[in-house]
């Protein structure tokens, strides 16, 4: 099961956060803290997962920001990157070559694109295909 996602920048402020488990906000914060410490100082010869207290991080840096995924210890670790690299797919393809700024100003569709994509901190949706086809349609009822 998915812990938490995060997607922070080089500088270690988040941009996104989605947890699926409770946490207070002072945990939540401590956690961003800690994760952000955790990834940024890793070698990057070193592997993109790391254990951290009861979770496994999987992380995958894009330019200037960090994807990471909190995942139980007993979780795939390839399966959880590939659903970092198939999110960013999602973003880079809706957003038309995403950017930091696009996150920012847009985070409503972000966490829409998250809800189509992990629903109670599980895959809900896999294809690529699918997913746009439904922000396709629900972009259509908004306008």
């Known amino acids: 099961m998915i812990r938490f996602l995060l997607l922070q920048n080089r500088a270690g402020k988040t941009r996104l956060a989605k947890y699926y488990v409770p946490l207070g906000d002072h945990e939540k914060r401590k956690l961003e803290y800690d994760v952000h410490r955790l990834i940024v100082t890793r ?46 797919e999602i973003l880079d393809h809706y957003f038309s070559n995403v950017c930091e700024l696009d996150l920012v100003f847009n985070f409503h569709k972000v966490y829409l694109i998250l809800d189509e994509f992990i629903l109670g901190g599980e895959f809900e949706e896999t294809s690529k295909k699918v997913i746009l086809e439904r922000l396709r349609e629900l972009d259509s009822i908004e306008n």
Not at 45 to 50: G, L, P, S
Not at 51 to 77: H, Q
């Open 43 to 88: 070698d990057p010869k070193h592997t993109n997962f790391a254990e951290f207290k009861a979770y496994k991080i999987v992380y995958r840096r894009y330019a200037g920001l960090f994807f990471s995924l909190g995942i139980d210890v007993s979780d795939n670790e390839l399966g959880a990157l590939e659903a970092i690299h198939l999110f960013v």
